[in-house]
């Protein structure tokens, strides 16, 4: 990755590179996009039937109706964590990781080719389960510019994490704490099948020291043009913390760290 390259060839490398990771989890699509999307549709017929009837959140609105965007945005941060992360960690164990190093790629070709097909596919899941729950609800669609902004946000800072997490790890085992100690517990405490709202003030306010809930409270806020939190003052936290994940990640491609150890 240290060797300089013309741009035009830069651009060749990144183009291969982020083609290569697409149709990597395009060609198992049945792994990679329709169990992800079947897991949220469990999701949303076990919680639908059992509190539909019985929970309303924001004023008047339905919990199927809020419980949707949540599973959406979850569905998003979850895929593409995992696809750079699986990625990578994968290419380490079997070895030929190597040939991506030796290639005359710069550190931002590496980075952004990962990082972004991770994007594609957190995106392209979250689509997925909207199309198929969205026939559940009336779904509201207030502010899609928004909507789009996180997800797309969302997507690039797990997806981040997801470079970070496989280069860290040595094995399959080391992925799994991050998933099981890092990213299950943010997510699912982070407000996506309940309305952060509804909780005690003192649990209301660690609420907050959760990144991700600013993320998924401003998803919400482009379906139903309220959110428990300013949508603004979320977009500032999650590209500061997505700011802070990418430059973490930058720097260990940059400096080689367990890449080229």
Known sequence: MSIEAPPHAEWVAFVTLFTKE???????ALQTIAAP?????????????????????????????????????MSVM????????????????????????????????????????ATVRG?????????????????PLAEPLWALTFACVSALLMGSFGIIAGIWS??????????????MPLTMLSGV????????????????????????????????????TDPRLSLAVGLVVTLAVIAWAYRWIATGYKLRQ
């Open 22 to 28: 697409v149709l990597r989890f395009w060609k198992v």
């Open 37 to 73: 999307v079947l897991n949220a549709l469990l999701f949303l017929l076990i919680f639908s039937n059992v509190l539909d009837r019985h929970v309303t959140t924001y004023g008047e609105v339905a919990y199927t109706t809020f419980l949707i965007p949540g599973l959406v945005i």
């Open 78 to 117: 979850q895929n593409a964590f995992a696809n750079s992360s699986s990625s990578l960690i994968q290419s380490r164990i079997t070895g030929n990781l190597v040939f991506i190093l030796l290639a005359p790629l710069s550190n931002a070709t590496f980075f952004w080719g990962y990082a972004l097909a």
């Open 123 to 139: 995106v392209v899941v979250g689509a997925a389960v909207l199309l198929i729950t969205a026939p559940f609800v009336a779904l």
């Open 170 to 183: 040595e094995k399959f085992d080391h992925l799994a704490a991050f998933q099981n100690f890092l990213v």
């Open 193 to 228: 099948f309940y309305s952060v709202a509804a909780l005690p003030p003192f649990w209301q306010q660690v609420s907050h020291l959760n990144p991700f809930f600013f993320l998924i409270d401003g998803f919400r806020y482009g379906f139903f043009g309220q959110s428990d």
